[in-house]
Protein backbone atom coordinates (compact mmCIF):
# COMPACT_ATOMS: atom_id res chain seq x y z
CA UNK A 1 0.00 0.00 0.00
CA UNK A 2 1.71 3.13 -0.99
CA UNK A 3 1.22 6.41 1.27
CA UNK A 4 -0.92 9.20 -0.03
CA UNK A 5 -0.08 12.48 -0.54
CA UNK A 6 -1.88 15.76 0.60
CA UNK A 7 -4.44 16.51 -2.32
CA UNK A 8 -7.77 16.80 -2.58
CA UNK A 9 -9.73 13.38 -3.80
CA UNK A 10 -9.69 13.35 -7.77
CA UNK A 11 -12.94 14.66 -9.01
CA UNK A 12 -13.92 14.31 -12.38
CA UNK A 13 -15.72 16.83 -14.99
CA UNK A 14 -18.28 13.81 -16.28
CA UNK A 15 -20.99 12.62 -14.08
CA UNK A 16 -22.30 9.72 -13.13
CA UNK A 17 -25.64 8.95 -12.02
CA UNK A 18 -27.59 5.96 -10.66
CA UNK A 19 -31.76 5.94 -11.23
CA UNK A 20 -34.21 4.28 -9.84
CA UNK A 21 -37.67 3.80 -11.40
CA UNK A 22 -40.51 2.15 -9.22
CA UNK A 23 -43.96 1.93 -10.94
CA UNK A 24 -46.12 -0.45 -10.03
CA UNK A 25 -48.03 -0.21 -13.71
CA UNK A 26 -45.86 -1.99 -16.34
CA UNK A 27 -46.89 -0.23 -19.25
CA UNK A 28 -45.87 3.05 -17.89
CA UNK A 29 -42.56 1.85 -16.29
CA UNK A 30 -41.43 0.03 -19.24
CA UNK A 31 -41.97 3.79 -21.30
CA UNK A 32 -40.09 5.46 -18.36
CA UNK A 33 -37.41 3.01 -19.06
CA UNK A 34 -37.29 3.86 -22.36
CA UNK A 35 -37.19 7.21 -22.20
CA UNK A 36 -34.07 7.04 -19.58
CA UNK A 37 -32.10 4.31 -21.99
CA UNK A 38 -32.37 7.47 -24.91
CA UNK A 39 -31.11 9.95 -22.29
CA UNK A 40 -28.44 7.49 -21.13
CA UNK A 41 -27.33 7.18 -24.69
CA UNK A 42 -26.86 11.33 -25.40
CA UNK A 43 -25.31 11.46 -22.28
CA UNK A 44 -22.72 8.82 -22.89
CA UNK A 45 -22.07 10.75 -26.00
CA UNK A 46 -20.98 13.64 -24.01
CA UNK A 47 -18.82 11.42 -21.53
CA UNK A 48 -21.87 11.31 -18.69
CA UNK A 49 -22.97 7.93 -17.76
CA UNK A 50 -26.66 7.16 -16.54
CA UNK A 51 -27.49 3.46 -15.04
CA UNK A 52 -31.07 2.89 -14.46
CA UNK A 53 -32.71 -0.02 -12.18
CA UNK A 54 -36.65 -0.95 -12.43
CA UNK A 55 -38.69 -1.83 -10.11
CA UNK A 56 -42.56 -2.91 -9.64
CA UNK A 57 -43.00 -2.52 -5.71
CA UNK A 58 -40.98 -0.13 -3.07
CA UNK A 59 -40.28 -2.75 -0.57
CA UNK A 60 -37.47 -3.73 -3.44
CA UNK A 61 -36.70 -0.55 -4.22
CA UNK A 62 -36.31 0.02 -0.42
CA UNK A 63 -33.80 -2.94 0.31
CA UNK A 64 -31.10 -0.61 -0.99
CA UNK A 65 -31.87 2.93 -1.66
CA UNK A 66 -28.28 4.86 -1.41
CA UNK A 67 -27.01 3.78 -4.22
CA UNK A 68 -29.58 5.71 -6.30
CA UNK A 69 -28.93 9.75 -7.32
CA UNK A 70 -32.30 9.85 -8.36
CA UNK A 71 -36.39 8.14 -7.79
CA UNK A 72 -38.55 8.22 -10.19
CA UNK A 73 -41.86 6.36 -8.63
CA UNK A 74 -45.64 6.47 -9.46
CA UNK A 75 -47.55 3.52 -6.63
CA UNK A 76 -51.13 3.65 -7.20
CA UNK A 77 -51.97 0.07 -7.29
CA UNK A 78 -50.32 -1.26 -4.32
CA UNK A 79 -52.00 -1.30 -0.57
CA UNK A 80 -50.55 -0.42 1.59
CA UNK A 81 -48.06 2.16 -0.62
CA UNK A 82 -48.04 5.69 -0.38
CA UNK A 83 -46.09 8.56 -1.75
CA UNK A 84 -45.46 10.02 1.73
CA UNK A 85 -44.76 6.58 3.23
CA UNK A 86 -42.05 5.72 0.78
CA UNK A 87 -40.07 9.55 1.42
CA UNK A 88 -40.00 8.89 4.57
CA UNK A 89 -38.70 5.51 4.40
CA UNK A 90 -35.84 6.80 1.72
CA UNK A 91 -35.34 9.40 3.86
CA UNK A 92 -34.92 7.42 7.24
CA UNK A 93 -32.58 4.81 5.13
CA UNK A 94 -30.25 7.94 5.00
CA UNK A 95 -31.02 8.66 1.32
CA UNK A 96 -31.45 12.74 0.43
CA UNK A 97 -31.76 11.82 -3.27
CA UNK A 98 -34.50 13.64 -4.98
CA UNK A 99 -37.33 11.89 -5.48
CA UNK A 100 -39.42 12.96 -8.99
CA UNK A 101 -43.25 11.00 -8.51
CA UNK A 102 -44.61 10.96 -11.83
CA UNK A 103 -48.23 11.66 -11.70
CA UNK A 104 -51.13 10.03 -13.32
CA UNK A 105 -54.35 9.09 -11.49
CA UNK A 106 -52.29 10.16 -7.96
CA UNK A 107 -52.00 14.22 -7.47
CA UNK A 108 -48.57 14.22 -5.78
CA UNK A 109 -48.33 17.83 -5.59
CA UNK A 110 -51.20 18.05 -3.11
CA UNK A 111 -49.67 15.89 -0.54
CA UNK A 112 -47.47 16.77 2.22
CA UNK A 113 -44.05 15.93 0.65
CA UNK A 114 -40.97 17.24 2.01
CA UNK A 115 -38.82 20.37 -0.92
CA UNK A 116 -36.61 17.80 -2.57
CA UNK A 117 -39.53 16.46 -3.85
CA UNK A 118 -39.97 16.96 -7.74
CA UNK A 119 -42.93 16.07 -9.73
CA UNK A 120 -43.42 15.17 -13.29
CA UNK A 121 -46.86 14.89 -15.16
CA UNK A 122 -47.42 11.55 -17.31
CA UNK A 123 -46.82 11.31 -19.84
CA UNK A 124 -43.63 12.28 -19.46
CA UNK A 125 -41.79 14.74 -21.80
CA UNK A 126 -38.11 14.11 -22.42
CA UNK A 127 -36.90 17.32 -21.60
CA UNK A 128 -38.68 17.45 -18.73
CA UNK A 129 -36.92 14.32 -17.74
CA UNK A 130 -33.54 15.82 -18.57
CA UNK A 131 -33.86 18.16 -16.14
CA UNK A 132 -34.38 16.55 -12.89
CA UNK A 133 -31.62 14.11 -14.60
CA UNK A 134 -29.56 17.51 -14.52
CA UNK A 135 -30.94 18.57 -10.64
CA UNK A 136 -29.82 15.12 -9.55
CA UNK A 137 -26.47 15.65 -11.26
CA UNK A 138 -26.08 19.16 -9.10
CA UNK A 139 -27.63 17.75 -5.96
CA UNK A 140 -24.75 14.77 -6.06
CA UNK A 141 -21.75 17.01 -6.91
CA UNK A 142 -22.70 19.01 -3.98
CA UNK A 143 -23.63 15.77 -1.58
CA UNK A 144 -20.87 14.45 1.08
CA UNK A 145 -19.13 11.64 -0.77
CA UNK A 146 -21.17 8.51 0.74
CA UNK A 147 -18.19 4.96 1.47
CA UNK A 148 -20.17 1.99 0.76
CA UNK A 149 -19.29 -0.81 3.75
CA UNK A 150 -20.60 -3.83 2.89
CA UNK A 151 -20.91 -6.42 5.96
CA UNK A 152 -20.02 -10.13 6.21
CA UNK A 153 -23.91 -10.46 6.75
CA UNK A 154 -24.59 -8.81 3.42
CA UNK A 155 -26.01 -5.59 4.56
CA UNK A 156 -24.40 -2.65 2.79
CA UNK A 157 -23.79 -0.05 5.45
CA UNK A 158 -23.22 3.90 3.90
CA UNK A 159 -20.77 6.05 5.75
CA UNK A 160 -18.62 9.40 5.10
CA UNK A 161 -15.06 9.55 5.99
CA UNK A 162 -15.93 11.60 9.32
CA UNK A 163 -17.49 8.52 10.72
CA UNK A 164 -15.04 6.12 10.40
CA UNK A 165 -12.12 5.75 13.41
CA UNK A 166 -9.85 2.90 12.21
CA UNK A 167 -10.13 -0.33 10.42
CA UNK A 168 -7.91 -3.71 11.57
CA UNK A 169 -8.02 -7.28 10.77
CA UNK A 170 -9.55 -9.33 12.37
CA UNK A 171 -9.81 -13.23 11.64
CA UNK A 172 -10.68 -13.88 7.95
CA UNK A 173 -12.42 -10.11 7.89
CA UNK A 174 -11.73 -6.41 8.78
CA UNK A 175 -13.24 -4.98 11.67
CA UNK A 176 -14.59 -1.08 11.28
CA UNK A 177 -14.73 0.96 14.25
CA UNK A 178 -17.19 3.77 13.83
CA UNK A 179 -17.09 7.19 15.81
CA UNK A 180 -20.90 6.27 17.41
CA UNK A 181 -19.24 3.27 18.67
CA UNK A 182 -20.74 0.75 16.81
CA UNK A 183 -18.64 -1.64 14.77
CA UNK A 184 -19.28 -3.44 11.77
CA UNK A 185 -17.37 -6.81 10.34
CA UNK A 186 -16.11 -6.62 6.58
CA UNK A 187 -15.19 -9.61 4.71
CA UNK A 188 -12.50 -7.64 2.85
CA UNK A 189 -9.15 -6.71 4.02
CA UNK A 190 -6.81 -4.13 5.18
CA UNK A 191 -5.46 -3.70 1.61
CA UNK A 192 -9.11 -3.12 -0.32
CA UNK A 193 -9.73 -1.04 2.21
CA UNK A 194 -7.55 1.22 2.06
CA UNK A 195 -7.95 1.44 -2.40
CA UNK A 196 -11.46 2.08 -1.19
CA UNK A 197 -10.47 5.26 0.77
CA UNK A 198 -7.20 6.19 -0.36
CA UNK A 199 -8.68 9.57 -2.36
CA UNK A 200 -9.26 10.80 1.68
CA UNK A 201 -5.82 12.15 3.04
CA UNK A 202 -6.75 11.38 6.54
CA UNK A 203 -6.69 8.18 6.11
CA UNK A 204 -3.68 6.02 6.01
CA UNK A 205 -2.09 2.46 6.46
CA UNK A 206 0.30 1.87 9.70
CA UNK A 207 0.80 -1.72 8.87
CA UNK A 208 -0.44 -4.09 5.99
CA UNK A 209 -3.21 -5.21 9.04
CA UNK A 210 -5.03 -1.53 9.65
CA UNK A 211 -6.35 1.78 8.52
CA UNK A 212 -6.74 4.88 10.59
CA UNK A 213 -8.18 8.05 9.74
CA UNK A 214 -5.98 10.68 11.10
CA UNK A 215 -8.14 13.41 12.44
CA UNK A 216 -8.89 10.95 14.90
CA UNK A 217 -5.35 10.23 16.71
CA UNK A 218 -5.66 11.14 20.17
CA UNK A 219 -1.68 10.76 20.91
CA UNK A 220 1.55 9.48 19.33
CA UNK A 221 4.14 8.75 21.66
CA UNK A 222 7.16 6.90 20.83
CA UNK A 223 5.81 5.52 17.84
CA UNK A 224 2.40 4.24 19.15
CA UNK A 225 -1.16 5.94 17.94
CA UNK A 226 -3.43 5.67 20.31
CA UNK A 227 -6.96 6.19 18.68
CA UNK A 228 -10.42 7.52 21.04
CA UNK A 229 -11.43 4.22 22.14
CA UNK A 230 -7.64 3.26 23.59
CA UNK A 231 -7.04 0.97 20.54
CA UNK A 232 -2.98 1.63 19.98
CA UNK A 233 -1.12 0.83 16.49
CA UNK A 234 2.39 1.15 16.17
CA UNK A 235 4.19 2.93 13.12
CA UNK A 236 7.45 3.69 11.67
CA UNK A 237 9.35 5.87 9.38
CA UNK A 238 7.37 7.79 6.53
CA UNK A 239 4.39 6.36 7.80
CA UNK A 240 4.99 7.62 11.44
CA UNK A 241 5.86 11.06 9.89
CA UNK A 242 2.88 10.93 8.12
CA UNK A 243 0.65 10.31 11.22
CA UNK A 244 2.06 13.25 12.97
CA UNK A 245 1.49 15.79 10.58
CA UNK A 246 -1.67 14.71 10.17
CA UNK A 247 -2.24 15.26 14.43
CA UNK A 248 -0.57 18.58 14.02
CA UNK A 249 -4.01 19.31 11.78
CA UNK A 250 -6.62 17.59 13.93
CA UNK A 251 -4.43 18.03 17.35
CA UNK A 252 -7.82 17.92 19.02
CA UNK A 253 -8.74 14.46 17.69
CA UNK A 254 -11.73 15.90 15.37
Known amino acids: MSIPMYEEPFASSHTTLHAAVCDDNAADRKQLERLLKRE ?17 HPDTLLQNPLQYDV ?26 SP ?12 LPLPSHVLFLDKPIKAAELSQCLDQAGENKK ?4 LIELR ?16 AITQGRGLKVALKD ?3 LMLATTAANFFDQVENYPVFFAPSRHSVLNGRYI ?33 PQGE
Open 40 to 56: ADKRLAAGDVLYVDSYG
Open 71 to 96: FFVDIAHTPGADAVNIVNRLTAAGSS
Open 99 to 110: VVFCSSSIDYRA
Open 142 to 145: AAVP
Open 151 to 166: EESGHTCYVTEPDILY
Open 181 to 183: GRT
Open 218 to 250: QSIRLGRITMPDGTAFRAFGSILRYAENIHKQY
